[in-house]
């Protein structure tokens, strides 16, 4: 699937990795929805992407709003063809321990990472399905396959995510729908320096640095599965 005049919906796409993913979209000339909480940084963004294509943005929260976030976008282009379910709630920062981890605290976090990119995806999957083509991409953590201390709510949450993938992706074989669960690895982003306080993470990259391996997974559409970008950009040797 070329990206050019088709329609992706990006959530989290203020800043960080949803916005270097929608940037990335709108560069290869893909019309835009975009969606993040705050109104005034996605204002922002909306503007600097206005430059390269078609983008209409909605300052919401994807674990309450998901109708409305779709329906714009079906009554502005028509249709969704790509969706980047990128939103994530990190939780309490510092994080804790499970031990004491407030429950409510984690309901929240399961809302937004799993039950919104469920509750999108169930949205826009008919009109995929009846165009026999799709791409559904769930962003992920390494934290959703490995145990890091202080890390259990986040990365359970992002366990949950990875297996709605699977799951999701055995049950679409042969519609033309094709699901991905994506690590885009360690980054310096705002997310990171609150899940860490403290810790220097100049070293890291940024998260531009990931931001094509979501445009080849739309443009090669690879079976569904799960990757790393690092994997997905390191050249062919």
Known sequence: MKLSGNVALVTGASRGLGFEIAKAYAERGAKLVIAARDGQQLAAAEAELAKETDVVALALDVSQDAERLVQVGIDRF????VLVNNASELGPSPMPALESYPWQELERVF??????PLHLTQLVLPGMKERGAGVIINVSSDAGVEAYPGWGGYGASKAALEHLSRTLAAELDGTGVCVYAVDPGDMNTE????AEPGVDLSDLPAPAASAP???QLVEDQPA???FQTQELLAPVS
Do not use: Q
């Open 78 to 81: 028509g249709r969704v063809d």
């Open 111 to 116: 809302r937004v990472n799993v039950l919104a």
């Open 191 to 194: 997310m990171h320096r609150l």
């Open 213 to 215: 391996a979501f445009v």
């Open 224 to 226: 569904s599965g799960r």
